[in-house]
């Protein structure tokens, strides 16, 4: 059987092929990894941590769907490649590509786990495409009652040599990916509990291991569970390249956010919410939809309109706008403090208001 070629783009990833006739698209990186696949309407994409998903990344595929499918690209690429009559690059890309088994996939899957042994739970939806960097896992509060991925881990630092060992295994892992990622994410729940000079050591680490990134770097702060600073140490963190801070308010109604598991005094948030904004970091601010008692709506949604308005948020700020999912949240109450929540958010505040479905989050190659 005789293949026409594939036209093929240069991506800053890497490559994408695609063949019309027999409609598969191929996103190659630059090591020649599959990134993801499409075959008429289905649509694949690899995880990190190995596993791939289809369409909207929900459901992973069985391992033995993962084998046909692997088998299935390395031969679509094996024959792409002895067809090729292009640039000599491409078609040894092609050709390393082809030879990329699923024992490779597999391995590269177990050094995710090596690298990042706690797995990268979440992160906001604008910094999906970030690296990843770990020197503390687990979150120092792990008493929310609606928490989907910390409860049961503990917050823990790494020493500086074991971090530069992390560093070395992000590298590895992730090849020539690392050049083009354009923010940086320190994990996990809450990189600010860290004190000012592990803080700064660590990003120095980090900076001696990576060039600048374009849109800078961002964590999760839990002001309750911070240490503290004062305003010149905020603007070490900023010259240092933190851009955004990312707090979990999830409600703006102080006794409900007590009974949700974080601190029912919200001065705290507020505080360092203008200490952020003073040194030039840009907030993020998470909100749940769904977390009020049934005919409670209307009042969780005006105080934590109220709340967020009175915090001054500017157009560079975020509000991630969660949905709770959990099997004691009425899927149709939900739906509403969703869309109530929403419009009174963009009444009240300049911030860009984002949704969040956590549930679907996925740490794609
Ligand atoms: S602070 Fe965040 S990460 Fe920690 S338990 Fe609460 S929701 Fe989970």
């Not at 990312?246 to 409600?251: D, H, M, P, R, S």
Request: hydrophobic residues 35%; contains cysteine.
């Amino acid at each position: 059987m005789s293949y026409s070629q594939p036209e093929v783009r240069e991506l800053s990833s890497g490559y994408k092929f695609e063949h019309p006739q027999s409609e598969i698209t191929i996103r190659l990186d630059r090591q020649g990894r599959w990134l993801s696949y499409r075959c008429g309407a289905s649509f694949y994409r690899r995880c990190m941590g190995g596993d791939v998903v289809c369409g909207k990344g929900e459901i992973p595929l069985h391992r033995s769907d993962k084998v046909l499918l692997v088998g299935k690209i390395a031969t679509t690429l094996d024959q792409w490649s002895q067809s090729w009559k292009g640039c000599k690059r491409v078609k040894s890309v092609l050709q390393t590509a082809s030879g990329l088994d699923f024992n490779y996939y597999n391995h590269q899957a177990a050094l995710y786990r090596a690298v990042y042994p706690e797995g990268v739970p979440i992160l906001p939806p604008d910094r999906y495409g970030d690296l990843v960097v770990q020197p503390v896992t687990g979150c120092p509060n792990r008493a929310c009652t609606f928490c989907a991925f910390y409860k049961d881990k503990p917050y823990k630092m790494l020493p500086s040599d074991r971090f530069a060992q992390h560093l070395l295994g992000v590298q590895t892992l992730l090849g020539g990916q690392c050049l083009i990622k354009d923010g940086l994410f320190i994990g996990s729940a809450n990189a600010m509990a860290l004190s000012q000079r592990r803080l700064m050591a660590y990003l120095q680490q980090i900076h001696s291991c990576f060039d600048p990134f374009k849109r800078g770097i961002a964590a999760f702060a839990d002001p309750d569970f911070s240490a503290p600073r004062n305003t010149a140490q905020w603007q070490e963190l900023a010259n240092a390249g933190v851009t955004r801070l990312v707090i979990g308010l999830e409600t703006g109604w102080g006794a409900l956010r007590g009974r949700l598991g974080k601190s029912a005094d919200l001065t705290r948030v507020c505080r360092a919410v203008h200490d952020y904004k003073r040194a030039g970091i840009s907030v993020g601010i998470t909100v749940l939809a769904g977390a009020s008692e049934p005919g409670y709506q209307q009042e969780n949604v005006q105080r934590t309109a109220a709340f967020i308005k009175a915090l001054g948020l500017e157009r560079k700020d975020i509000v991630y706008l969660s949905p709770l999912e959990s099997a004691n949240v009425d899927r149709s109450l939900r739906v509403q403090e969703l869309r109530l929540m929403k419009k009174h958010l963009s009444i009240c505040s300049d911030a860009q208001i984002v949704p969040y479905q956590m549930q679907r989050f996925r740490y794609y190659c």
